[in-house]
């Protein structure tokens, strides 16, 4: 938009304060307001011209003063005017979209990872370092933060609408959202899918931080074990270390800096092993069977909770070595951290 | 010419009585009624069926409005509130929108207008009227029951895994009622294309006749693909097929592809009808031929066939790709465009004419407005990134009643009062439906035009209680359901005063130039004693001069 910075701050601060308009508190708000203004304004010149172009009209050809009609067939000019003039700022406004969109859904590399796990009727929020939040998310202002989130039971969509973002969680699979707040204070976070009874009453609150108050937040409210070691606990309990032992003789892969690697299946397609891929492996192992390797993995359909899987999903994620694992096969009981990935951010 | 015109009017109008014999007492007794093959006589069934289920639908949407006054769920509890609100969107939709014109006016006039005798196959015509009111006692039945709260979406693993109430009831009503819209869309295909009068060629037709045959194709095309996914939710739910089960392996987001791609052309089922209306009123009362007749006519088929390839457009926050999501958006802009090509139509109609206010004119000029606001607030949600922040709040409520409400209804209204004189052979009162019309505008605004800002501020939809920040707001959109409420009921009052006590019409009171202006009022039930032969466009308004003229001079 080409509008003076001086004015758009006076238009914004003024929509801020008035009851109309929602907070500005993440860095896409600006951006998804500034098309909002376009598609307002191009609404309004729109409306204007069809309502002068009916007024206009009734009065000039009104009965009384011009009583018969004239017979005009088209004009081939006026009709290819408004089509391509439509046409123009369909697109303009499909580009300026597409823009948004990939700003909004395409998350920066250095963002922070948070779950969100849906469920009738409550969010579940997960911390990398084990905090746990229910209905609540707290996040620091200045620092991109992924939300990756799963639905437990139905569809659950979840909506910050003063940070202009909103994504659909689902059932079976991860889906992501980013944002950066930039200002301290409290958020609603609505359900907006319809989710059944209790639709209306899936309300949270996101609470901004400022850098120093969400680092005192975080070591206050730790509950002692990360995502990472929970997962870790899990994978001895359920058996996993007992083929995904590292080893070259073991029955299943070496998981050890596996995530973001390229594998290669018995199928002979190759895939990415991310998030996604971990969660569909340990639920459909079947479905899966990494080349070299019999298909002997049973489905963990049904005994692990979405909770679980998330947890197990960090600790695969964490596994750098094979150091871990051999503890594991020998003590299942440990407080101590996995090794995490460098680069992996922490906070 | 205009001297013609007094001259014609006055005789026509004074010395008009309603012929003794026509369709409406051609037989008398309710099983003739209850077993009429005549197209007519059909349409009437439907009118009294629709208008019943509207205000059933209608009692629902005051209820919702009025449990929104406040903040907190006082008035019911939430599961009865979001029952309230399935009832209103499954009985609106699938009871009121899809079928109000086609199967009303639509089968009223199509035949007449097109110059045929009756529809092509008129038990069927009679059988799609039994349908529907078996699939409407479904929907009654799961009603009655306890009721449904799946949404009128049905979403799955919602509806089938997580909720107990009478799903599979309800579904199978709208199983059922999606049949009697293929039947319609059928007779409506054969008759445009068999059964047309010598002379009638495509291009003479009215575009009311172009868009119910855009309506029908998507009718034929997409309403089985409803049916499809009605029955895989039906087995989800009954034997746990799991084709939308993520645990079993399925998937839930094919649900959304299956549903949206009947329920994103079932907008256009609904309004193009509308638009068929409206050109039909904006012609007759600006004594003109619609302004680029063939652009307007293509538009409603480029409307239809587009149409099919836009329904991911509902999906574009599930995490559909990326690159799915640039293509539906693009799609959904060009979309747009015919629409937009359609409103200036109308409104360079209106130029050189000689423009009469009368009410089928005042609900068209409603419908310009209004369905301009629907269609440009639709542009905001086809803009990828803006629909983000838009989708599932008040914004997209408020959208689609614009569009399918301030749209539909207004051109539903619009279409009645043109035609009601035509249908019953007399004249609603004309300052009580005038008063109606505005008023409809004026609730309608007030009603939807708060959800606009409601939705950028954030308000989920289908939600029973909210934040009390967005009380303001709700309380001046239930004030305005209110008055919108009056204006619904007005008509119902005074159409059923004026079957009685309404001036006798005559044959054309508005010197219409369609074949169905040229038979009495009400027709006989054979519509036309000899086939007509058509020599003269749509909307030719010089060729109705000399004809009226002629027959003046006849007479004297």
Redesign the interface.
């Known amino acids: 938009m080409h509008i003076s910075p001086v004015l758009w701050q006076f238009l914004v601060k003024w929509l801020n304060a008035s ?4 907070r500005e508190a993440s860095t896409i708000a600006p ?2 307001d500034a ?2 203004f376009f ?1 307002l304004l ?2 309004v010149v ?2 204007t011209l ?2 002068m ?2 007024f206009g ?2 009065i000039r ?3 009384e003063k ?10 081939t000019l ?2 290819a005017t ?2 391509i003039i ?2 123009a700022l ?2 303009i ?2 580009v ?11 998350p920066p590399t250095n963002a922070m990872n948070i779950y969100v796990v849906g469920k ?1 009727w409550m969010w579940k929020a997960e911390h990398p370092g084990g905090q746990h939040e229910i209905n609540a998310l707290h996040v620091p202002t200045g620092r991109p933060v992924q939300l990756t989130m799963i639905s437990q ?3 659950h ?1 979840f ?1 910050i ?2 940070f ?5 969680v ?4 991860y ?1 992501t959202v980013w944002f950066q707040a930039t200002t301290p204070g409290t958020y ?1 976070i ?12 899936m ?1 949270g609150e996101v609470t901004v931080l400022s850098p120093d108050d969400y680092d005192k937040w975080t070591q206050e409210s730790t509950s002692g074990m990360s995502l990472a070691q929970n997962g870790e606990r899990l994978f001895a309990s359920m058996g996993c270390n007992a083929c995904h032992s590292g080893s070259a003789a073991a029955r299943g892969p070496n998981l050890a800096g596996v995530y973001g690697s390229k594998l290669q299946l018995a199928s002979g397609s190759q895939v990415l092993v991310n998030d996604a891929y971990l969660r569909d492996a340990i639920l ?1 192992p079947s479905q899966h069977i990494t080349a070299g390797y019999a298909p002997i993995m049973p489905t963990y ?2 005994q692990i909770s979405e909770d679980g899987l998330i947890d197990l999903v960090e600790y695969i994620k964490a596994m750098q070595t094979n150091y871990r694992v051999q503890q594991t096969l020998t003590t299942s009981q440990s407080n101590q951290t996995a090794p995490t990935t460098p680069g992996t951010v922490k906070p | ?2 001297a013609t015109h007094t001259i014609v009017n006055l005789p026509d109008q004074r010395t008009a009585t309603i012929p003794k014999r026509n369709y409406l007492n051609n037989e008398d007794g309710l099983l003739s009624w209850l077993f009429t093959g005549d197209h007519k006589r059909i349409a009437i069934l439907y009118l009294i069926s629709i208008t019943f289920f509207f205000f059933i639908g209608g009692a629902f949407a005051g209820l919702i409005r009025l449990e929104l006054l406040t903040p907190q ?1 006082d008035l019911v509890a ?2 009865t509130y ?1 029952k309230f609100f399935s009832m209103h969107g499954i009985v609106m939709i699938f009871l009121f929108l899809v079928p109000s014109v086609p199967a009303t006016l639509g089968n009223f006039l199509i035949p007449i207008m097109v110059g045929a005798k009756d529809l092509a196959f008129p038990k069927v015509n009679l059988l799609s009227w039994y349908l529907y009111w078996i699939g409407g006692l479904f929907t009654m039945a799961a009603l009655v029951l306890g009721g449904v ?1 799946t ?1 009128w979406t049905f ?1 799955t ?2 509806s089938t ?3 107990n109430t009478h799903v599979v009831t309800a579904a199978t009503g709208v199983f059922i009622i999606g049949f009697s819209s293929i039947f319609t869309g059928l007779n409506f295909i054969v008759t445009i294309h068999r059964m047309r009068a010598p002379g009638m060629t495509w291009f003479r037709m009215p575009l009311f006749c172009w868009s119910n045959y855009a309506a029908s194709i998507l009718m034929v095309l997409g309403t089985p693909v409803l049916a499809i996914t009605l029955v895989l939710v039906a087995l989800e739910r009954l034997v746990g097929i799991g084709v939308f089960d ?2 079993k ?1 399925g ?3 094919l649900f959304q592809h299956l549903f949206w791609f009947y329920s994103h052309p079932a907008v256009y089922i609904m309004i193009l009808p509308g638009m068929g209306v409206i050109s039909e009123v904006i012609s007759t009362f ?4 619609v ?5 307007v006519a293509f538009s409603s088929v480029a409307i239809a066939l587009f149409g099919f390839f836009v329904w991911a457009h509902h999906m ?4 559909v790709s ?1 690159y799915s ?2 293509v539906f ?2 799609l959904t ?2 979309v ?2 015919p629409s ?2 359609k ?3 109308w ?2 109609t ?8 009368e009410t089928p004119m005042l609900y068209a ?1 409603g419908f ?2 209004l369905f ?2 629907g269609g ?2 639709g ?2 949600l ?8 838009l ?3 008040y914004f997209i409520v408020a959208h689609f009643h614009f569009v399918m409400v301030g749209g539909m209804l207004m051109a539903f209204l619009a279409g009645i009062h043109f035609w009601w004189p035509k249908m019953t052979g007399r004249m609603y009162p004309e300052s009580l439906s005038k008063l109606a019309a505005v008023t409809t505008f004026i609730g309608f605004n007030l009603t939807f035009l708060p959800q606009f ?1 409601l939705g ?3 308000m ?8 009390p ?1 967005f009380q ?1 707001l709700n309380v001046l959109s239930t004030a305005g359901a209110t008055v919108l409420g009056v204006g619904y009921m007005l008509p119902l009052l005074y159409l059923g005063w004026s079957l009685k006590y309404g001036a006798i019409a005559g044959n054309n009171p508005w010197q219409a130039t369609g074949l169905e202006w040229q038979i009495q009022s009400p027709p006989l039930t054979e519509n036309f004693i000899e086939t007509p032969v058509v020599d003269h466009e749509a909307y030719d ?2 060729w109705l001069a000399h004809k009226t003229a002629q027959e003046v001079t006849t007479v004297g």
């Open positions: 009851a109309l308009f929602p951006y998804a098309l909002y598609l191009i609404t729109g409306l069809v309502g172009l009916i009209f009734s050809y009104r009965k011009h009583p018969v009609a004239v017979q005009v067939e088209g004009s006026l009709e408004w089509t439509p046409l369909f697109l406004v499909f300026w979209g597409a823009l948004l969109y990939f700003r909004i859904y395409n009738q039971d139905v569809f969509s909506s609408p003063d202009r973002v909103k994504r659909e689902i059932p079976g699979r889906s609603h609505f359900c907006t899918q319809y989710c059944g009874t209790n639709h209306s009453a309300i459909n359909q049904g | 010419m205009s769920p939430s599961d979001n709260d949404g979403t693993p919602l895994h997580y909720l993520p645990t392996g998937d839930p987001l600006s004594r003109k031929r302004f680029g007749y063939t652009a574009f926050i599930m995490g990326n999501a640039l958006s693009l802009m060009l747009a465009v937009a090509i409103i200036f139509n409104a360079f209106l130029q050189k004419g000689s423009i009469t206010f000029f310009l407005g301009t606001i440009m607030t542009v905001f086809g803009a990828l990134g803006m629909d983000i922040h989708t599932e709040t800002i950028y501020l954030g989920p939809r289908r939600y029973h209680a909210y934040p920040e303001v308004y010089e």
